[in-house]
């Protein structure tokens, strides 16, 4: 591994609800980072209003920009580059904060660098409070479970910016199956944090789910468990009778998270990966987080609570070794991003 030189990014994310701006320096050490989040307004109508999404984007981008530099003690002038999210997401969110970033690159004459998303979510397991102990860098051949509201796949990561993807979701990813089983338990939006909220009271051993038989042992299937979720909670209203809210989000949760264990130890074993990394806003959910935890088979990286769900830091990390490494992406907006190999 070559020696990297310093440099400090300045990250814009805007693929989806979240409008996020942050400064890391050395692809590690977040120096700031401010997000407005969307989600009080979608909440409103259940899930993320691409287009209401887009106008508040418009509003936030500037703010935010102005926000994280506040934060920072820094100025435009101290960035080495500017790294934005260029998708997958939403077209018309992707865009504000493209042209943002491009304004900047432009009026400073930095270089841009385009970040996958999802890239940014597995770098946000590098990052660490400026200030703070260093943490152990996670080590290579990684294993890479990503859990996000859009997407869950298993990635295995030989080096910097090399993935081979192993398997994703047949249906619904890990997140939108919270999301859908949270709205039909009546539970607000987004469904995670409120599944997961409603699951402390609740018995997990209560309802038993099947899990899919799927031909890939690396590959995700959770339609068939929200329906089942479904047909379970159908039977209590036509009995009238009250619905177990919260046995039904404890027994949905655990079968989730033994699911996305169990599958990734597994990779993790056949691929002899050296660790285990857990990224994207699932990843913020305790019950994985713990399942993950006490295992003393591999180290585990999972990022910090607040850097799962959406934020700029990521892409700024992911951006630094994107610029370090000279794998710098071109700008075009993902619209059927390719992400990992093979
Ligand atoms: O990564 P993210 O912020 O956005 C995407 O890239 O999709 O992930 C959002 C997803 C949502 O589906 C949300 O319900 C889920 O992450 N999520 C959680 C929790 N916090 C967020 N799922 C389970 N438990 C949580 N605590
Ligand atoms: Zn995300």
Known sequence: ???????????????????????????????????????????????????????????????????????????????????????????????????????????LGLPL???????????????????????????????????????????LMTDHLTYKRLGSTLDDAAGEAFDKVGRLLSLPFPGGPAIQKAAENGDPTRFKFTRPKLDSPYAFSFSGLKTAVLYEVNDFKKKNEPIPVEDFAASFQATAVDILFNKTMQAARDFNAKEILVAGGVSANKALRNAFQPQNEFK????????????????AAAGYYRYALGHVSEMDIDVQPTWGLS
Not at 19 to 34: D, F, P, Y
Not at 51 to 76: D, F, G, M, Y
Not at 300 to 315: E, Q, Y
């Open 300 to 315: 585990v990286h999972i990022p910090a609570f607040s850097l799962c769900t959406d934020n700029a830091a990521m892409i």
């Open 113 to 155: 660098i385009g970040v996958n998303h999802l890239e940014g979510h597995i770098y946000s397991a590098w990052i660490h409070n400026a200030g703070d102990a260093v943490p152990p860098e996670p080590q290579f051949p990684l294993m890479a479970l990503l859990v996000s509201g859009g997407h869950t796949e298993l990635n």
């Open 1 to 107: 591994m070559p020696t990297l030189p310093p440099a400090r990014i300045l990250g814009i994310e805007s693929s989806c609800d979240e409008t996020a701006c942050a400064v890391i320096e050395n692809g590690r050490a977040l120096i700031a980072s401010a997000v407005a989040s969307q989600m009080d307004i979608h909440a409103r109508y259940g899930g993320v209003f691409p287009e209401v999404a887009s106008r508040q984007h418009v509003l936030s981008v500037v703010p935010v920009i102005e926000q994280a530099l506040a934060k920072s003690n820094l100025t435009l002038k101290d960035m080495d580059a500017i790294a934005v999210t260029r998708g997958p997401g939403l077209a018309g969110s992707l865009v504000v904060g493209m042209n943002a970033a491009k304004g900047l690159s432009l009026g």
